[in-house]
Nanobody, 122 residues
Framework: VQLQASGGGLVQPGGALRLSCAAS????????IVWFRQAPGKEREFVAA????????QYDDSVKGRFVISRDNAKKMVYLQMNSLTPEDTAVYYC????????????????WGQGTLVTVSS
């Protein structure tokens, strides 16, 4: 099983980025997919999750209204569209696959990608 996160980079405050998570070695539609992030010196925190078929999503309050998570099971891809970025969004972003029970709990996810760095700075 492999999850490959990509799309990170340097962006100015107010800008946008789209992260991608490519899955292989598993039936993606058996899993909920989540994005967590970890800023320097901080614990890994929940960002957004999407259920197996994409008809349910959950967001942390800090990104609600700015980030959108989506998935394409046919392509085995999950995306995180990030808009109106602020320096507080700077972190390594990880995608993960799991089967619950709690979307925002790190313990719900057994398969993790390697992370992609997002830096928001002027």
């Amino acid at each position: 099983v492999q999850l490959q996160a990509s799309g990170g980079g340097l962006v100015q405050p107010g800008g946008a980025l789209r992260l991608s998570c490519a899955a292989s070695g598993l039936s993606l539609d058996d899993y909920a997919i989540v994005w967590f992030r970890q800023a320097p010196g901080k614990e890994r925190e929940f960002v957004a999750a999407v259920n197996w078929n994409g008809d349910y999503t959950q967001y942390d309050d800090s990104v609600k209204g700015r980030f959108v998570i989506s998935r394409d099971n046919a392509k085995k891809m999950v995306y995180l569209q990030m808009n109106s970025l602020t320096p507080e969004d700077t972190a390594v972003y990880y995608c993960a696959a799991g089967q619950g029970p709690k979307y925002s709990s790190i313990r719900s996810y057994g398969f993790w990608g390697q992370g992609t760095l997002v830096t928001v700075s002027s």
